[in-house]
């Protein structure tokens, strides 16, 4: 697949409700960066005895961005939409397969980070893009859910 952002796969009457989720994690900015952007990284962090996942990320934009829950499953298809090293990431995100009406159209995740004190570093996470139609509404409780497990185990499984 050529390195192209297909605009057409986005839903185009979003809804103006982003979820918003932050953590504190206490690992310098370099670290939890490359949870975010390195597959081999995320993998080790995220679950490192989950010897199925994986991750497929190339870090540059239309790169993919897929965690793949057993190998197979998961942000199939998502793409880097942009990123500024160190400082932030966004890609593009599907919905779980069990809701074909939202994974057919791509929302975006936003993940910001900025150093505390040299040591700690805050993390803050913005998804974009649902759609207005009444199948939104589930993925978008899915989400508001699921971030926060992500969120922490990653803030956990970094702490120095």
Known sequence: MPNVINAELFCHEAD????TKQSTVSAPISEVYA???????F???????????????????GGKFEWLWDGHTGSNDCQVLSFIPDRMISFSWNAPPNQPSSRALRTWVVVEFETLDGVATQVTLTHLGFGSA???????NYF???????????EKNLQK
């Open 35 to 41: 949870a975010w952007t390195d597959g081999d990284t």
């Open 134 to 140: 009444p199948h939104w509404e589930e993925t978008r």
């Open 43 to 61: 993998c080790r962090v995220y679950d490192p005895e989950n010897k199925s996942l994986t991750a497929n990320i190339e870090l540059k934009v």
């Open 16 to 19: 103006p409700r982003p979820i």
């Open 144 to 154: 508001d859910a699921a971030w926060e497990i992500v969120l922490a185990r990653l």
